[in-house]
């Protein structure tokens, strides 16, 4: 017998509901957020905290007000630009939220896009000139009118423009001009020099992203990189980069490197070795805004009469991208990049110091099929589903790819790259229901009070309820 396709579609209701999808579907619990991306504008400090917008003195640290920007496990902030009295906010890959910041203790959500409306799947903000643009999966577009800068098939890494090229944008590692798609060079992001940086009127500084490692340097406003002397290569992954003057700033999870420019050579002048560092800001002379694996804080940089130098402090924690945990049906330990934690389905999330944690975890094993009475589930190497009965085999595409599944109550449950999708093998009843999560979902346990347990790689863990 044949297969046969079938393939699931969902109306998607607004975040902004109590369920996100479906009917009665809904977090019960959920503990645990990701510290990916800061802002300063002024006198405040903008720091995302998973779902939340937290509002702080840029000075001091102290939390003024906070808004959260979805339903709780619903979705990331992963990345923040303020433009004037304007605050952009990220929800990695689905969502562009714009805010009124004219008050910082008091924000206004002005509207939300998703990603259907811009018309690419967005992942990072940027400026061209003056002009907010956001990129993503799928090419460019301006953040003020929704006109397209670059369409394409893949992701954007960096936008920029040239004396001599006009708008350019890099794509797999390599430089392309927005206008003729014409190759013109290799780099991850491109960032031009200030006026006042010591060097030629439109010098650029680019960053080219290793495996493991980070290659910085300098360019020619022609694209053109500026001889042996005019690049360093830093350990560590790529996070983070920041220009002031002559100063670069470039953020890697091994530390922060600070670089000297000058016509022809870039020199690296400094290294903090902080892990884990997602972005940065620079409060004063003397100390960084922080965000990272760790959570959020300030560091002083050097000595002063306020404490001693090379420290983090007024530090807020949260924890890094988690693995699948070992559970006991009742609790859970997973991994995280900043260590282990321990999670009592619906109660308790803390930091885990068991010794046995990392052992127990390479011992987890998270199923991609499942059996129910009459019928078979299982997740094929591209994240579609094969469901077999006496029937014969059907074929399911969810909306995103499926990672894990577990049979509840007769039902398939699956965790996808953005959420929690359930099936019932009965021919008339092939869907019941979906709810869309910080994803991607790797591991699902049921629990005996026929909720489900999940994690998930954004830094969540949660509890999740049929009605």
């Known amino acids: 017998m044949h297969p046969i396709r079938f393939i699931v579609c969902l109306c998607f209701l607004l975040l902004s509901s109590e369920i996100v999808l479906g009917e009665g579907l809904e977090v019960r619990h959920s503990a645990g957020a990701q510290s990916r991306t800061l802002a300063l ?21 102290d939390q003024v007000a906070s808004v959260q920007l979805t339903m709780p496990a619903c979705g990331i902030c992963t990345d923040l630009l303020a433009v004037g009295d304007t605050l952009f906010a990220l929800l990695d ?39 907010p643009v956001v990129m993503g999966d799928g090419g460019v577009v301006r953040l003020v ?26 794509l797999n590692r390599r ?23 010591n060097a030629p009127s439109g010098t650029l500084v680019f960053v080219r992203a290793l495996e493991g490692k980070t290659e910085v340097g300098l360019m020619t406003s022609e694209l053109k990189e500026i001889g042996s002397l005019g690049k360093v290569v830093i350990e560590g992954a790529f996070t983070d980069v920041l ?51 760790f959570g959020y804080g300030l560091y002083r940089i050097e000595d002063d009469p306020g404490g001693v130098g090379r420290t983090l402090f007024r530090v807020v924690p949260a924890n890094g991208a988690m693995k699948p945990g070992f559970s006991t049906g009742r609790n859970i330990e997973v991994q995280a990049e900043n260590g282990s934690f321990y999670y009592s389905f619906g109660g308790d999330f803390s930091p885990c110091y068991s010794d046995h944690a990392s052992q127990m975890m390479r011992s987890v094993h998270v199923p991609t099929s499942a ?23 059907m074929q399911v595409t969810l909306p995103s790819p499926a990672i894990t599944v577990v049979a509840v109550a007769g039902d398939f449950w699956f965790g996808t790259k953005n959420g929690i999708y359930i099936i019932g093998h009965r021919e008339d009843e092939p869907l019941l229901c979906g709810l869309q999560l910080a994803g991607p979902i790797v591991q699902l346990i049921p629990l005996l009070d026929g909720t489900v347990g999940f994690v998930s790689g954004a830094g969540v863990v949660g509890v999740v309820a049929n009605n």
Not at 146 to 167: A, I, M
Not at 247 to 272: A, D, M
């Open 41 to 61: 504008r002024g006198d405040y400090w903008f720091q995302a905290l998973g779902e939340q917008l937290i509002v702080l003195k840029k000075n001091s640290g």
């Open 175 to 197: 430089l392309y001009s927005a206008d003729t798609h014409t190759f013109l060079g290799s780099a991850t992001e491109v960032h031009p020099l200030s006026d006042s940086a």
């Open 371 to 393: 059996i129910v009475l009459g019928a078979e589930a299982e997740i094929e190497e591209d994240g579609s589903v094969t469901m077999r009965t006496s029937e014969g085999d």
């Open 243 to 293: 220009l002031r003057g002559s100063r670069v700033f470039l953020v890697t999870n091994k530390g922060i490197y600070v670089l000297g420019v000058s016509p022809k050579e870039l020199r690296l002048l400094r290294k903090f070795p902080v892990n884990g560092v997602r972005s940065i800001g620079i409060v004063a002379s003397n100390y960084f805004a922080l965000c990272g694996d």
């Open 145 to 170: 009118d929704g006109s397209p800068v670059v369409e394409c098939d893949d992701e954007v890494t960096g936008v920029f423009n040239t004396l001599h090229n006009g708008e350019v944008y890099a």
């Open 93 to 131: 890959g689905e969502e562009v939220i714009e805010l009124d910041i004219s008050s910082p203790q008091s924000l206004n959500i002005v509207s939300r896009k998703r990603a259907d409306e811009i018309g690419i799947r967005p992942r990072q903000f940027a400026t061209i000139g003056d002009i």
